[in-house]
């Protein structure tokens, strides 16, 4: 089993919809989650940090679920500029991180 | 710059050749890791530093690869005997929250 593991996709959305991805990570002493964004050849960036009691960010909501090792990430009303790989980040041992394949977005009109 | 500078940006080479590949990490930065990342695939690790501790060298594909950092700062990759399957663009990054990533090296084995 992987580490961590993502729908590849890809999701094709209207623009305005709202999506959501989910992923799984094997390691229960997991301490770390977040979310990456990567836009086609370009490098991953920081989207945001998953905390245990959930947190918003405009339009995003990231949840984390420690009993089901899980991690969320919703878009409300996705705009074509959302469409990228959004990656799964989770930290090991020694503050490691181990990245998801990436679950790819795109939001049409 | 502020930001993780790799060289070269590009690097075509003939199969069975050495290629070494740098990383100048932010300032500062203790965490040095390098991930590679083929063609529609996702970021794969090689290996991360840490410190003074030894290095994580569990995602290195086989014994050609090797990397070193001097100084606690800049990184070497190193692969030896490239293979075409070593085709892919190498990104280093620095620290772990946010992780800085650079530009990456697209590594092309002819």
């Known amino acids: 089993r992987k580490e961590v593991e993502q729908d590849p996709g890809p999701f094709n959305v209207p623009e305005g919809a709202t999506v959501a991805f989910n992923c799984t990570y094997s390691?229960?002493?997991?301490?770390?989650f977040f979310w990456y964004r990567q836009d086609c050849r370009k490098e991953p960036k920081l989207l945001m940090s998953v905390y245990s009691s959930g947190n918003e960010d405009g339009r995003f909501t990231a949840q984390l679920n420690r009993a089901s090792q899980y991690i969320s990430l919703l878009i409300r009303d996705s705009k074509l500029s959302d469409s990228a790989t959004y990656l799964c980040?989770?930290?090991?041992?020694?503050?490691?991180?181990?990245f998801g394949t990436g679950t790819q977005l795109k939001v049409e009109l | 710059g502020a930001g993780v500078s790799q060289s070269p940006s590009n690097k075509v080479t003939e199969k069975g050749k050495d290629v070494e590949l740098r990383c100048d990490p932010i300032?500062?930065?203790?965490?040095l890791y390098w991930y590679r990342q083929s063609l529609g695939q996702g970021l794969e690790f090689l290996i991360y530093?840490?410190?003074?501790?030894?290095?994580?060298k569990s995602g290195l594909p086989s014994d050609r690869f090797s990397a070193e950092r001097t100084g606690g700062s800049v990184s070497t990759l190193t692969i030896q005997r490239t293979q075409q399957e070593d085709s892919a663009v190498y990104l280093c990054a620095s620290s772990w929250e946010p992780q800085h990533f650079g530009d990456g090296t697209r590594l092309s084995i002819l």
């Open positions: 390691n229960s002493a997991s301490q770390s």
């Open positions: 530093f840490q410190g003074n501790s030894a290095p994580d």
């Open positions: 980040v989770v930290t090991g041992g020694g503050n490691k991180l181990t």
């Open positions: 300032s500062g930065h203790t965490a």
